[in-house]
């Protein structure tokens, strides 16, 4: 007799800002805030379980990455990735990302892998008590092509399946309805430069990697591949360096 929505986050918009510190050439970290404008999570009505909440700070994050085996030109490189994310929302849950990157390239090819384990803690109680405290497994994989001194072709895929080895105590939302396993696939094409007044204060003595794109703007269209994963997804970056 009660409405009850299920937990698939599906957002129409997010939005993500990050700044990245190079500590060393083993070493580097992030730290970043999101946005996000999601599907109503307690709707009073059945029309308004389709609604979206308005565009708002979702979460905090903070990321270390440690270069294991550097990779310089052709061959194979390794990597190892920590990332904390903490709800803005109070008593939301909080996630523990851990994972390897593998990067392999030859010529103008480069092919990064990047598998996770997602650790849950905290959040709301079932109806037993339990917090569901599941772990997940993602991805976020893309091989990309040089085209050009200033253009790169990227196929890239990001995906989530959720609650491992059945870990966790389900939430009541994810007993009724199940989980909901999110996989994206599409093209994202690179354009990079320098722009004139950066390249005017460029040392020449600096390494060519040290140097060039010093901005990167990406945009591409990324296709669900299951029915809990939106049909299509926007994709838009910028990212500068200095």
Do not use: C
Not at 25 to 49: D, F, N, V
Not at 110 to 123: D, E, M, R, Y
Not at 203 to 213: A, C, S
């Amino acid at each position: 007799g009660e409405l009850e929505a299920d937990d698939n986050t599906l957002p129409r918009v997010r939005n993500a800002l990050e700044l990245e510190f190079g500590l060393t050439h083993y070493l580097k970290t992030r730290i970043g805030i999101e946005y996000e404008k999601e599907r109503r999570e307690e709707p009073a009505t059945l029309s308004a379980a389709n609604g979206y909440d308005e565009l708002k700070l979702d979460e905090y994050a903070a990321e270390v990455i440690l270069v294991l085996k550097r990779r310089e030109g052709d061959g194979t490189g390794l990597g190892f990735v920590v990332e904390y994310e903490h709800p803005a929302e109070s008593g939301g849950t909080r996630t523990l990302i851990a994972g390897p990157i593998f990067e392999w390239a030859r010529g103008p090819w480069q092919l990064t892998l990047n598998p996770t384990l997602v650790q849950a803690f905290g959040g709301e109680r079932n109806e037993a008590g339990y917090k569901d405290e599941k772990i997940d497994f993602a991805y976020a994989n893309h091989l990309k092509y040089r085209w050009s001194e200033h253009i790169d072709l990227s196929l890239e895929t990001y995906g989530t399946v959720e609650r491992v080895g059945g870990r966790g105590k389900r939430s009541d939302e994810s007993a009724l309805f199940g989980d909901f396993d999110q996989h994206r696939l599409g093209p994202v094409i690179y354009w990079n430069f320098t722009p004139e007044f950066a390249a005017a204060h460029h040392n020449p003595h600096e390494d060519d990697d040290d140097r060039e794109h010093m901005v990167s703007l990406g945009v591409g269209t990324l296709f669900g591949l299951n029915d809990t994963t939106p049909a299509t997804t926007l994709k838009l970056s910028l990212e500068v360096v200095f």
